[in-house]
């Protein structure tokens, strides 16, 4: 057991999953206050809450795109009874270092792989793989292609843009 997984949070961490990739079902998706770790002040912050765990998720902007392109909407009151695949991705970047952070596979609801290309201000586009999952699923490793070349052989893509490029406050998040 990693020790960090010993001290349980409020909020759900990578390092918690021990190599598994849950699949969660959203029971609620929120704005919540959350103070700041560095400033000390309090910020609203999106939360996922699951049906499964009594704990939330604060994804970063990334994973939002990916729960958008699974659940079909840009609007959370839409997300809730959605199954998400989480899993532990080792090599997150936040800022200049490398942590790990929570990621979505996919879902047990994706009848297909998609690609979702996500577009960030002041980054290169890069495209995030979501597969199916569960049971009776093909076993497919996700994983992030920031040179990714569609081609006629491509999963159905998602192109998904945003404005703003705020980078993930918390290390755990991807962003």
């Known amino acids: ?30 704005l919540v206050k959350v103070e700041d770790e560095k400033t000390k002040k309090e910020k609203d912050k999106l939360v996922i809450f699951f049906r499964e765990i009594d704990r939330g998720w604060i994804p970063c902007k990334t994973a939002c795109f990916c729960v958008s392109a699974i659940a079909g909407s840009n609007d959370t009151a839409t997300w809730a009874g959605k199954r998400l695949t989480l899993f532990c991705d080792p090599a997150v970047q936040f800022g200049s270092l490398t942590v790990e952070g929570v990621r979505v596979k996919g879902s047990p609801d994706l009848t297909r792989p998609i690609d979702v290309t996500i577009r960030l201000p002041k980054k290169k586009p890069f495209i995030a793989h979501l597969v199916p999952t569960g049971k009776g699923k093909a076993s497919q490793e996700p994983h992030v292609d920031n040179g990714s070349v569609e081609t006629e052989a491509s999963p159905p893509s998602v192109e998904l843009a945003d404005s703003e490029g705020v980078l993930p406050d918390e290390p755990g998040s991807q962003g």
């Open 1 to 30: 057991m990693d020790w960090r997984a010993a001290f349980k949070g409020q909020f759900i961490k990578a390092v918690e999953f021990g190599g598994k990739e849950p699949t969660l079902t959203i029971s609620d998706a929120k």
